[in-house]
């Protein structure tokens, strides 16, 4: 079992940054990969970027590159998210998962542990 605890969310206006953290703990065996996903009221759950924890190979949704970035902490177990130039459309609960697998994937049936999420919100 793999528990996941997100933080870092809250309240930024447009242009502004948030960093989301992703603090692993539990069991992980072998390759595995940690992504974040987004859901905005009415939509349905989105991939947004992943990392490979062993490599640190990352993949991005075509709607973030270029303003989010992915990091890991490998001895804090924890992957953060860094968000510039957020803007409205950004708004959504972010939440961290992960799949034990050997590539980044962009389909969350393909995520086996998910956190409980937390509110990104950007006024314009």
């Known amino acids: 079992q793999v528990e996941l605890v997100e933080s870092g969310g809250g309240l930024v206006q447009a242009g502004g940054s948030l960093r989301l953290s992703c603090a692993a703990s539990g069991r992980t065996l072998g390759w595995y990969v940690m992504g974040w996903f987004r859901q905005a009221p009415g939509k349905e759950r989105e991939f947004v970027v992943a990392i490979l924890w062993q490599t640190g190979s990352q993949r991005y949704a075509e709607s973030v590159k270029g303003r989010f970035t992915i990091s890991r902490d490998i001895p804090k177990n924890t992957v953060y998210l860094q968000m510039n130039n957020l803007n409205p459309e950004d708004t959504a609960v972010y939440y961290c998962?992960?799949?034990?697998?050997?590539?980044?994937?962009?389909?969350?049936?393909?995520?086996?542990?998910w956190g409980q999420g937390t509110q990104v919100t950007v006024s314009s």
């Open positions: 998962a992960v799949d034990q697998g050997t590539l980044p994937k962009t389909a969350e049936y393909e995520y086996d542990y």
